[in-house]
């Protein structure tokens, strides 16, 4: 038998029933919905630990015996940006609207408790085997947009349990076009187009935290506890000192002595992303706090701007494409 490449490994989600994670481990029901791929040109990578403990008696230097006592399980997919179907798992709530042919909108919002997914993973070992992960819940995801590159993914998820699953199962890949540098600007406050960006990096930080329970060594829970919306390496080529100055002084403008005391209103950040199938993904962000700053003075260098801090928080995340239904939370538990 020959050996298998990352090449012939892909991965796939569908959202579970709300419900499925109040039943015990053995009995969690993987979702029953159309499952979908995260992106293209995707990576996985799987840490499992079973939290074995050596247990040693007197008479011997070796172990009496390896209880399991803490499973934990993660799933890091990595990839090319051409849908955020999967927002609804990082942030919580979708409403889908718009008309057709390819002006549906899927609007993605804040909600305070997180829906969990089925992960999917055939490696082609055999044509009827894939491993499967349950109860997946996004802990992070980081949306990453610098020059000269497609815009990037980064999605890091906890599970209740995975096992191989016999079974044939199909591959879904997505064809729709990637998002691209080219295609994404920056308003900064919204409305004003900041020229000249070259990077900038959207973190959203769930702050997962595991309920144990009594009988088991899995999971009860996975608990979104504080949210965290950070913006990091947001790096501009200035000209001038006026978008400095808001940045610094993190005012929309409204503030005319624009000094270090912030009295005026913080601004809002807005990224907006245009692909080639002309689809649109706009992320606007309240109350963006500068925290940090780099202005380097080289002589050999463009002079450019580099800041990290955070927003507030995450007004929506508006997708629109061609069509009309996003993926939804399964109904397959009673």
Known sequence: MSNISGSQTNVQYAFEDSDAYDQAIGSHSASDEDFVAFGQGVTSDVSESKGAERVYGQGSRNAQSSPELNYEGSITINGVLNNVYWLLGVLGANADAGSGPSSWTHTYTEADSLPSATIRRPHKFTVNQYEQFIGCRMDSATINLAVNSNVLFTIEN???????????????????????????????????????????????????????????????????????HNINNLAIAITDFTLFKKIMYNTDGTDSAMDDIDTGTFPSLVLNFTNADGHTIVATLANFKVNERTLPGNPEEITTLTTSGWCESLTSVVYTNATEDAPTEATNVS
């Open 158 to 228: 906890k599970f209740r349990k995975s096992s191989v699953v016999d079974g044939v199962l199909s591959f879904s890949l997505d064809t729709q076009a990637p998002f691209t540098f080219t295609g994404g600007t920056l308003e900064f406050p919204s409305g004003t187009q900041i020229a000249k960006v070259q990077s900038c990096e959207l973190n959203v930080v769930n702050t997962l935290q595991k309920v144990p329970e009594a009988g088991t060594k899995f999971a009860a829970d996975y608990v979104a506890t504080k949210r965290e």
